[in-house]
T-cell receptor
Framework: GAGVSQSPRYKVAKRGQDVALRCDPI?????LFWYQQALGQGPEFLTY????????KSGLPSDRFFAERPEGSVSTLKIQRTQQEDSAVYLC??????????????FGAGTRLSVL | AQRVTQPEKLLSVFKGAPVELKCNYS??????LFWYVQYSRQRLQLLLR??SRESIKGFTADLNKGETSFHLKKPFAQEEDSAMYYC????????????FGRGTSLIVHP
């Protein structure tokens, strides 16, 4: 079956522009995560959904960042008034949260955001 | 707070040599630990997790609670092992939010 799909793969934005990044998780996966990965660093947690409920958004760096998953499937990460420090790869991962498969995360290819 | 440290940014070995990618963690309880791998032009994917106690592609990792380590080992490196490797920790019983290390780039020379 299809894996986690993210779009767009690349996004160039001018400083101050709003952007929206999309994530299509694996069908049936309950949990969805967003990460920010700066160059030379590991993924940093941003926010977590279980179905449509956003259970943790402690990693969002500012109130310019907003995420939603209204129907418990597709999720959108929105960044308002982008700044240069927002330039990074944004990764989405989904997880079945199954007693046997547990909490293995399945990652998308990421969206590379460059803010000029 | 939980933390994962991968002290080596880059590890360079020759084909057939043993490999050990280091991972140390900071967590007060009994964590769940994972190794994820990212091959060139591919997405991040799970390599192995400590609760499975399995060997994947010849790699093994043992959780050492005394040293708070979860080093990844392979006795004979292959060129196709060249990739970025990330160690990750999750607090059990929580929301399954992992903490990742910064990653180690493994380069295996022919």
């Amino acid at each position: 079956g299809a894996g986690v799909s993210q779009s767009p793969r690349y996004k160039v934005a001018k400083r101050g522009q709003d952007v929206a990044l999309r994530c299509d998780p694996i069908s049936g996966h309950v949990s969805l995560f967003w990460y920010q990965q700066a160059l030379g660093q590991g993924p940093e947690f941003l926010t977590y959904f279980q179905n449509e409920a956003q259970l943790d958004k402690s990693g969002l760096p500012s109130d310019r960042f907003f995420a939603e998953r209204p129907e418990g499937s597709v999720s959108t990460l929105k960044i308002q008034r982008t700044q240069q420090e927002d330039s990074a790869v944004y990764l989405c991962a989904s997880s079945p949260r199954d007693p046997d498969l547990g909490n293995i995360q399945y990652f998308g290819a990421g969206t590379r955001l460059s803010v000029l | 707070a939980q933390r994962v440290t991968q002290p080596e940014k880059l590890l360079s070995v020759f084909k057939g040599a043993p490999v050990e990618l280091k991972c140390n963690y900071s967590y007060s309880g009994s964590p769940e630990l994972f190794w994820y791998v990212q091959y060139s032009r591919q997405r991040l994917q799970l390599l192995l997790r400590h609760i499975s106690r399995e060997s994947i592609k010849g790699f093994t990792a043992d959780l050492n609670k005394g040293e708070t380590s979860f080093h990844l080992k392979k006795p004979f490196a292959q060129e196709e092992d060249s990739a970025m490797y990330y160690c990750a920790l999750e607090a059990p019983g929580g929301s399954y939010i992992p903490t990742f290390g910064r990653g180690t780039s493994l380069i295996v020379h022919p």
